[in-house]
């Protein structure tokens, strides 16, 4: 074992279950010799959470945390202040839309729709860094997760891209505010990932085949290459990397048209 993240404390805010771009990463920072925290929301998720973290390990801390919701955010930072004092990583792996908001056309949108993306998707992360901040008295690594639809007009993504677009920004500025206490802020575009959250995007499926096609390594992502991405942004070979997207996505983002031969 390398142990990267060895003597490091990493909290990663949402595992869901074993096929979480999040679960991936708990496993590699475990591989690395990290201290996990695991997050839940609502009791019905929190056999499910504790299940994975101790399959990962028997030492994993698993508490309720449900980011739109202020005094859980608090009560998590200081059960961790009480516990270990310090913290070293904080994994954002959070993202929420309407289903219907996903399937129509951006310009139906609602107003709540919208807002509750950019909330839960988006204003999450300040939120969480503003929190965690004074715990990573060391300095530390924030690592988000995002996607294409950031940047490009993705079908059926929608209003989820454009919440991504605001966390892309929002990595920028917090990497600017947070970068003087040496908390370096980062996100991850993923490419198209079988995830539970994945499967409510209408015609998934025809998203994975057509990227397998057109991605210069002709495949699609696997997570434990997104895993292994986060441990390096959390380690010390990332300790000169902060404000950016880093692409994770068997190259697909560099390419422009695809034309049959």
Sequence with gaps: MSALLSGQ???????????????????????????????????RQKSVVEELGTGISPETLVLPCDVTDSEQLSGLVETIREKYGRLDTVVHSIAFANREDLSRAFVETSRDGYLLAQEVSAYSLIAVARALAPLMSDGGSIITLSYLGAVRVVQNYNVMGVAKAALEASVRYLASDLGAQQIRVNAISAGPVKTASARGIKDFSKVLEGVAAIAPLRRNTDPAEVADTAVFLSSSLGRGVTG????????FQIMALAVGS
């Excluded at 679960?23 to 609502?42: F, P």
């Excluded at 950016?244 to 190259?251: C, F, S």
């Design 9 to 43: 404390t990493a909290l990663i805010l949402g595992v869901a279950n074993k096929w979480s771009l999040a679960y991936a990463i708990a496993q590699a920072y475990a591989r690395e010799g990290a201290k996990l925290i695991l997050t839940y929301q609502g009791e």
């Design 244 to 251: 950016n997207v880093i692409y994770v996505d068997a190259g």
